[in-house]
């Protein structure tokens, strides 16, 4: 399983922990906040040591050729900047990317979460549409399509399923009323020619 974009880590490290026979990737042009659990996963298990992980620092557009065809799932959960926008306007380069790294029938899943007042200015600047199922349906899905994603199902998390995702920003976000979690899962397909 492969997460994009994991910023702190703990989806990867919570998942990890429940699921010891898979194996976990991290990856994030960020590695600052993923210091505390990049050392803690080299531990002993006894004190939070997990052998199942690996956080790697690379950016979407940049993605390491040794992981492809390795990824079986990739995660990409409240995504931002560059990441944020290559997804929810479905940029051919970067989807092409990551359907690079995934296995054979492999689920993609995506995970937005923006607040149409608080993140207007990055919506604004990233020149993103507001995420909608009708988004989705009329233009994201056949983008999604023609680079080997086909969307098999969509829908928004309603508030008291959030703790689910074990991320940080779940639990952060936890009570904001105006924020819609709105949710993608694809499944890795020959593209369209």
Known sequence: MIDIGTGDGLFVY???RENPKKFYIGVDANPRPLEKLSEK????????????V?????????LPQELNGVADEVHIHFPWGSLLQAVANGDITTLQNIRRICAPQALLEVVLGLDPERDRTEIKRLQIPLPTIEHIDSTLAPLYRSTGFEICERGTIPPPDWPRLHTSWAKRLKGNTNRALLYLIARAVEPDE
């Open 14 to 16: 919570q998942s990890a």
């Open 41 to 52: 996963i080299h531990r002993k298990p006894a004190k939070g040591g997990l052998p199942n």
């Open 54 to 62: 690996l956080f790697l620092q690379a950016a979407v557009e940049d």
